[in-house]
Every structure is written in structure tokens, then in C-alpha cells.
């Protein structure tokens, strides 16, 4: 499965942006479809992941982030709203496979400007 994102940019604070992840390839095989993000000198860190079951939330960005997840369109988003600078991050489509392994994709930087 190959994921490649985009939609990242630099935005004030309080801002929206909206990040797209298009899969391809296996993309039956998918399980669970998340995003990361990595900051300057900080570990990645989960930030949302959506399933059939449901979605679930770091804690930082409940109430401003939604996950949403078009099978048809083999596209998970990340709408980001109320931005703050701490927002600032490499952010990273995940995709865990049936069977155990992932997919990463390159990465988009989103810059929040206080």
C-alpha cells in the first residue's frame, strides 16, 4: 500500500487546514488508517485513527480535529481546526494491514504561526 499525503501549509493561529492521505495498491488489505505527526526533537505520536468501529483522539486535539475516512475515494482526511502554535509537526498517514504490517507516507509539515 502506498499512501501519499498532502494538504499541509503554514496557517495563523486559530486557523483550519484540511489533510488528505490517497492510498493505493492493496488498499483491500487495510485495517486501521491513522495520522502521526513528529515535531522538532519530539517522539511521533499518535494523533487520530479511524476503523470501522469507530475513531479515537489524542487528547491535544479533541474538540478541534475530525478524522473522516471516503472508502471510495481510497482518501483519509484530518480537518484541523482552531489551530495552535503546539499543532506545529511533520504530519504522517498511517495504514496498519491485515496480517500485521504498515504503510507510511512521506509526510506534510503544517506550521502554526502564534
Known amino acids: 500500500v502506498q499512501l501519499v499525503e498532502s494538504g499541509g501549509g503554514l496557517v495563523q493561529a486559530g486557523g483550519s487546514l484540511r489533510l488528505s492521505c490517497v492510498a493505493s495498491?492493496?488498499?483491500?488489505?487495510?485495517?486501521?488508517m491513522g495520522w502521526y505527526r513528529q515535531a522538532p526533537g519530539k517522539q511521533r505520536e499518535l494523533v487520530a485513527d479511524?476503523?470501522?468501529?469507530?475513531?479515537n483522539y489524542a487528547d491535544s486535539v479533541k474538540g478541534r480535529f475530525t478524522i473522516s475516512r471516503d472508502n471510495g475515494k481510497n482518501t483519509m482526511y484530518l480537518q484541523m481546526n482552531s489551530l495552535k502554535a503546539e499543532d506545529t509537526a511533520v504530519y504522517y498517514c498511517?495504514?496498519?494491514?491485515?496480517?500485521?504490517?504498515?504503510?507510511w507516507g512521506q509526510g506534510t509539515q503544517v506550521t502554526v504561526s502564534s
Open positions: 498511517n495504514a496498519d494491514l491485515v496480517g500485521g504490517t504498515a504503510s
Open positions: 495498491g492493496s488498499t483491500l488489505s487495510i485495517d486501521i
Open positions: 479511524i476503523t470501522s468501529g469507530g475513531t
